[in-house]
């Protein structure tokens, strides 16, 4: 296979690990944990893993003879850069304490579990991957392990293989999945334990153990990269507005990250859109009045950045989503039988009068896209919305108005783009290379400490990685009741932007400037060699969360 010459200068690069993983650890244990809410009901549902104590890894003098286990690994859900070094920590980790230790993949995400396709992940194989972008050594997917028939299925190929231990590298649902799982696997005395590992680009998979999920650091370096290059470009020609969806489904961090480091003129934030209770009609005119404002100013061009999932969190879109998602679960079967071109009047005959009026309104694409299967999750495939072209038409709308009105003198021309899956198999940066590969590492001392239902955690990472706090967190304690496919489940809570964080008042205390003068910053592309200042730069979101602890 031909690889570019940095992918074979890369190949090199040695990630950094905490100091206390170096060596022989031990383990210090902390209090019992609660869940985050709902603690009764999450109790009832997780007896055997509930509870447990949040653990951190020391250094120790003690050398300990591991026995050789056999471990298997899923990658589940949307890629983010950084799984294959966790493999490859996972993979040094277990082969530091007993060389004789396997570690089998399973293939495609959860569905090789329940399929039963895997194969054994040597050196060699893991070698071609170190410090690579992707989840192509072994595939990825977003299958639910849900029923005792997929744990059944998982069961009788984790004993043919001799595996005693799983690592689950997901998301929150994916880890949500885990936490079943270990707990299932308790209850049957089975000998199997579940660790999970946290993964996203979305950035929501985080909490006080949890500082970031993996992916976040480089896949928002990628955006802001060329969110960046267009700024120069828009402030070059002088001439159009462009539209910047930005993936991150539900929560706002990713669209946060890239404003803090590009400096854009307007970024709308999910999150304080639903605190403020707006309707799309007020969000198209705060971007409209700042089109205005920098057109009275002869700026006719300009930076317009929008989350993925901001369609979701406006109250009344939000009420219309809640009872399509019921009802699309409810009536899956009839829905699929009814003709594509009958199935907008449809819904509109069948949902209450104030959500048929908010559906009715909405254009013919933006309907349909909201209709579509939901993920095997429940979640609105909220990257296929066209949410970008949606905004700058009624922008355009608005301002067609006010021109005619006097209110407005400019020229507005939108040009639209949606940046997601561009960042999310790049080649880790230094902080996601590292970051990764410790987690995998971490994992494998907790499957030698004999743990199940923990999530891998490494924490202070701001600060130089052998100072990285290595340990577990109970995924129980991450949990919550929430709404699913119609039913209450219990899931791991999702972090969403935190409108009195340190982030977001970051972005508040500066917006207004960036909307009327240009104060575009260029960050360039991700530097993997050269100095630490430039190399080694965590994300603005995690530098300002850990200077106010
Ligand atoms: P995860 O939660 O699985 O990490 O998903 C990340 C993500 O990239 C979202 O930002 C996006 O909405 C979704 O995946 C897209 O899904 P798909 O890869 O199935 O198109």
Not at 41 to 64: C, Q, R, W
Not at 95 to 115: H, V
Not at 191 to 196: E, P
């Amino acid at each position: 296979m031909i690889k570019s010459a940095l992918q074979i200068a890369r190949a090199d690069y040695q990630p950094k690990l905490p100091k206390s993983l170096k060596g022989n650890v031990t383990i210090e244990q902390g209090e019992a944990t609660q869940s985050v809410a709902d603690q009764e009901e999450i109790k009832k549902l997780f007896p055997n893993t509930y509870g447990m104590p949040v653990l951190k890894f020391v250094e120790s003098d003690e050398k300990t003879d591991f026995p050789a286990v056999n471990v298997g690994v899923i990658l589940s859900g949307g890629q983010a850069p950084g799984g294959h070094n966790v493999i490859s920590g996972l993979f040094d980790g277990l082969k530091k304490m007993n060389d004789d230790s396997k570690l089998y993949g399973f293939i495609l995400g959860p569905a090789g579990l329940i399929n039963h396709e895997y194969k054994e992940l040597t050196a060699d194989i893991v070698e071609e991957y170190r410090n690579t972008g992707g989840f192509d050594i072994i595939g990825s997917g977003r299958t639910k392990l849900e029923t005792t028939e997929d744990f059944e299925k998982g069961y009788e190929i984790l004993k043919e293989l001799g595996i005693s231990a799983l690592v689950m590298i997901g998301g929150d649902d994916s880890n949500t999945n885990a936490c079943v799982l270990a707990e299932y696997f308790a209850q049957k005395e089975y000998g199997i334990q579940v660790i999970g590992c946290p993964k996203t680009i979305d950035g929501d998979l985080k909490n006080e153990w949890i500082e970031t999920s993996f992916g976040f650091d480089t896949a928002c370096k990628v955006y802001s990269e060329v969110i960046g290059n267009i700024q120069r470009d828009c402030n070059s020609a002088r001439k159009y507005w462009h539209f910047i969806k930005l993936m991150g489904r539900s929560a706002s961090h990713i669209a946060l990250e890239c404003a803090l480091q590009v400096q854009p003129n307007v970024c709308l934030v999910s999150e304080e859109v639903a605190e403020k209770e707006l309707s799309l009609d007020d969000v198209v005119e705060q971007i409209a009045s700042i089109v205005a404002q920098r057109g009275a100013e002869g700026n006719n061009f300009g930076t317009v950045l929008i989350p993925e999932g901001i369609i979701e969190f406006i109250p009344a879109m939000k009420r219309l989503i809640a009872e399509l998602n019921d009802f699309l679960a409810e009536n899956a079967e009839e829905f699929s039988h009814i003709k594509a071109s009958h199935q907008r009047d449809y819904i509109i005959s069948k949902l209450t009068a104030e959500n048929a009026k908010t559906y009715a309104s909405l254009p013919e694409t933006v309907a349909r896209q909201l209709s579509l299967d939901r993920d095997p999750h429940g979640n609105v495939q909220v990257s296929q919305i066209e949410t970008e072209k949606l905004l700058s038409e009624m922008v355009g709308n608005k301002l067609a108005e006010w021109k005619k009105e006097g209110k407005y003198v400019g020229n507005f021309s939108p040009l639209h783009h949606f940046f997601g899956y561009e960042g999310r198999c790049a080649a880790p940066s230094n902080f996601d290379a590292d970051y990764c590969y410790s987690l995998g590492y971490n994992a494998a001392a907790l499957i030698e400490s004999g743990k199940t239902g923990y999530m891998s955690s490494i924490r202070n990472t701001t600060a130089p990685a052998d100072q990285w706090i290595a340990g577990g967190v109970p995924i129980t304690m991450m949990m919550n009741m929430e709404r699913r496919h119609g039913e209450m489940k219990p899931v791991i809570q999702k972090a969403l932007v935190e409108l009195d964080g340190a982030p977001f008042k970051e972005f508040a205390a500066n917006r207004d400037q960036w909307a009327k003068e240009t104060c575009y910053v260029y960050p360039g592309p991700i530097q993997y060699f050269g100095p630490s200042e430039v190399c080694d730069q965590p994300t603005r979101t995690l530098s300002l969360e850990q200077k106010n602890k």
